[in-house]
């Protein structure tokens, strides 16, 4: 059974600093993808990876994928206020439709 | 754009009620789903569906059921609600499997 574990749960951090938000799955996955969820608002997709090694940047957002560790990072660069929000990881399960979601990590970048 | 819309953003009803959510996407999608979304739990799959009148069960189906009479338009139906359903419900759909999701607004339902 496929789960997906985030960590941290929270994240608390000055303005320009640099952060990175783990996301591990315990079984074979083929696809992995980032959402941001801000508060009483739903869903938001950030980024797909879908192979080994895959990395995608967006702004000061990085994500990037390691299958064999079965790892995928989130790293955040010289944060801003405006990237406050909660992230999610979510691997889809294979060979199925469904995609299992991580607990979700809430960020909270300080001025 | 893709666009999921949700029919209510806010809902209450009461113990035994029977309650429909709906969920409609305009991008011809063939794979929608429902997640309910509780603090501190993240995201779980209720149903889903991958074509017309196809429907399969997610983790957490017990006490819910689905209907897709048309590609568009996924329901969600809690045939006598509980207040252990209180919860933030989420729509969404997929092109295609290894897509990402597009979500719908959300629908707030408290259960009394």
């Known amino acids: 059974e496929l789960k997906v574990e985030q960590n941290p749960l929270f994240l608390s951090m000055q303005e320009g600093k640099n952060y990175t938000i783990y996301c591990n799955y315990s079984?074979?996955?083929?696809?992995l993808y980032w959402y941001r969820q801000d508060p009483g608002k739903s869903l938001e997709s950030l980024f797909v990876?879908?192979?080994?090694?895959a990395v995608k940047q967006e702004g000061r957002l990085m994500a990037s994928l390691d299958t064999k560790a079965r790892l995928s990072t989130l790293h955040i660069t010289a944060a801003v206020h405006d990237l406050s929000a909660t992230y999610f990881c979510?691997?889809?399960?294979?060979?199925?439709?469904?995609?299992?979601f991580g607990t979700g990590t809430r960020l909270k970048v300080l001025a | 754009d893709v666009k999921v819309t949700q029919s209510s953003r806010y809902l209450v009803k009461r113990t035994g009620e029977k309650v429909f959510l709906e969920c409609v996407q305009d991008m011809d999608h063939e794979n929608m789903f429902w997640y309910r979304q509780d603090p501190g739990l993240g995201l779980r799959l209720i149903y889903f569906?991958?074509?017309?009148?196809?429907?399969e069960k997610g983790d957490i189906p017990e006490g819910y059921s689905v209907s897709r009479e048309k590609k568009e338009r996924f329901s969600l139906i809690l045939e006598s609600a509980s207040t252990n359903q209180t919860s933030m419900y989420l729509c969404?759909?997929?092109?295609?499997?290894?897509?990402?999701?597009?979500f719908g607004p959300g629908t707030r339902l408290l259960v009394l």
């Open positions: 079984t074979t996955s083929d696809r």
């Open positions: 979510a691997a889809g399960d294979s060979g199925t439709y469904k995609y299992i």
């Open positions: 969404a759909s997929t092109v295609g499997s290894a897509e990402t999701q597009y």
């Open positions: 990876l879908l192979s080994n090694g």
């Open positions: 569906s991958y074509d017309v009148k196809m429907k």
